[in-house]
């Protein structure tokens, strides 16, 4: 909800946004956008293509930082400190089509020293997938890729996930299936944010729906949860 709200109630913050433009160059892909995100909360943005969507997330997982203005993660941190506690899932899959699923995941959870991951056949079996498959990534449909992307991303058991465009190339069995799984995540006091031009997909979960224009917040609504 839009910051002066929650600062009234004086809530707990997962992600606090003020006064945040990002330039590139001329052209300014976020335009001063102040919005305060809290815990166990699904919040979905949408918005045409370059209205700012995917530069807000990654200015969210530490990958970028704000021309102007200030963003605090966790009741106060930069998100560069607390980057082991935020799952980012970008548009590119991140992982290495020569290896397995497993082998993958065995790979990226070794990048946690410090946070207990769960085990990579718990996180593939979390997102519907046969840990025991031995076909390597290349040879995966592209949902199937998907889903091992996010189990990537749920390894360390983030606080904060952030998902872009998360049911691209998938059918909508494979998306229900998936929104399912972010509804038990959410139920552990986690935040979600999810970026999508198919929005009924997010509906079941969507407790808030933003809109960007411009790489402005035009809009803040509830959402109609029903998961």
């Known amino acids: 909800m839009p910051a002066s709200a929650t600062e009234a109630a004086g809530s707990t913050h997962s992600a606090r946004l003020n006064q945040v433009s990002k330039l590139f160059g001329s ?32 200015i969210l997982a530490g990958l970028l930082r704000p021309s102007f203005g200030t963003v605090k993660v966790f009741g106060g941190l930069d998100p560069h400190e607390a ?39 718990e996180a593939l079996r979390q997102v519907g997938l046969d840990p025991d498959l031995t076909r390597t990534l290349g040879q995966y449909s592209q949902g199937m890729r998907q889903r091992t992307s996010l189990a990537r991303v749920l390894l360390p ?11 691209s190339n998938m059918d909508v069995e494979s998306a229900r299936q998936m929104v399912e799984l972010l509804a038990r995540f959410r139920q552990g ?22 809109t960007l224009h411009a790489g402005r917040l035009a809009s803040f609504e509830p959402g109609k949860p029903t998961l």
Not at 47 to 56: D, F, H, I, R, V
Not at 94 to 118: G, I, K, S, V
Not at 189 to 206: D, F, G, S, V
């Open 189 to 210: 006091n986690r935040t979600i944010i999810i970026t999508t031009h198919q929005r009924e997909m997010a509906a079941p979960i969507a407790d808030w729906v933003l």
């Open 83 to 121: 980057r082991e506690r935020i799952g980012y899932m970008s548009h590119a899959a991140m992982l290495y089509d020569e290896l397995t699923a497993q082998e993958n995941l065995r790979y990226f959870a070794a990048l946690y020293p410090r946070r207990a991951c769960m085990s990579p056949a």
């Open 27 to 58: 052209f300014a892909a976020l335009r001063q956008v102040t919005v305060e995100l809290e815990p166990g909360r699904c919040y979905v943005l949408i918005g045409e293509n370059g209205a700012g969507k995917s530069t807000l997330l990654r």
């Open 157 to 167: 058991a983030p606080e904060l996930l952030l998902l872009d465009e998360p049911f």
